[in-house]
């Protein structure tokens, strides 16, 4: 399933930070690093020189992935015309057939955070939120069963 290429201003600022910092701060010093390991002479033996040439090519591969995406990415500033419903960067406030409360962000596939209580657009707890307004049931496929949910409330 192809990722969808919305994101919030503050993901796409996160995104742009660390492609910045990757590039002007971390990837100079690894490569200095790097230079003087290999200063040291025979390097099929020299540990600090395979681990920063390991370092560098996972360091190397995140720029080209951050490059490509923010390339991608388009950026969702404004908030929907209709608030009453819940669409990409929406709060949303469910309760479970349990009572408990759980509150969620809809966010883009790049910036979802379970630990900050963000939700990718493309999880199937979004999916089933998309459109849906306060008050309304809907229904979520997880890998323990179906869980139904009740919106209580929405805000951005």
Request: charged fraction near 35%.
């Given at each position: 399933?192809?990722?969808?290429?919305?994101?919030?201003?503050?993901?796409?600022?996160?995104?742009?930070?660390?492609?910045?910092?990757?590039?002007?701060?971390?990837?100079?010093?690894?490569?200095?690093?790097?230079?003087?390991?290999?200063?040291?002479?025979?390097?099929?033996?020299?540990?600090?020189?395979?681990?920063?040439?390991?370092?560098?090519?996972?360091?190397?591969?995140?720029?080209?992935?951050?490059?490509?995406?923010?390339?991608?990415?388009q950026v969702v500033e404004h908030k929907?015309?209709?608030?009453?419903?819940?669409?990409?960067?929406?709060?949303?406030?469910?309760?479970?057939?349990?009572?408990?409360?759980?509150?969620?962000?809809?966010?883009?596939?790049?910036?979802?955070?379970?630990?900050?209580?963000?939700?990718?657009?493309?999880?199937?707890?979004?999916?089933?939120?998309?459109?849906?307004?306060?008050?309304?049931?809907?229904?979520?496929?997880?890998?323990?069963?179906?869980?139904?949910?009740?919106?209580?409330?929405?805000?951005?």
């Open positions: 399933m192809k990722r969808s290429n919305v994101i919030t201003p503050e993901g796409a600022t996160r995104l742009r930070n660390e492609l910045s910092d990757l590039w002007k701060n971390k990837r100079p010093a690894v490569t200095k690093a790097l230079a003087a390991a290999a200063a040291e002479g025979d390097r099929s033996e020299n540990a600090e020189y395979i681990y920063r040439k390991k370092q560098l090519r996972e360091m190397d591969r995140r720029i080209r992935y951050l490059q490509k995406r923010t390339s991608e990415i929907p015309g209709d608030q009453s419903r819940v669409y990409f960067s929406a709060w949303v406030e469910l309760e479970d057939k349990a009572g408990t409360i759980k509150i969620f962000r809809i966010v883009g596939s790049d910036e979802f955070d379970f630990d900050e209580r963000f939700i990718s657009i493309d999880s199937p707890l979004a999916r089933a939120l998309i459109k849906k307004q306060r008050d309304d049931e809907i229904s979520v496929k997880t890998p323990s069963g179906i869980i139904q949910y009740y919106i209580n409330r929405i805000w951005y």
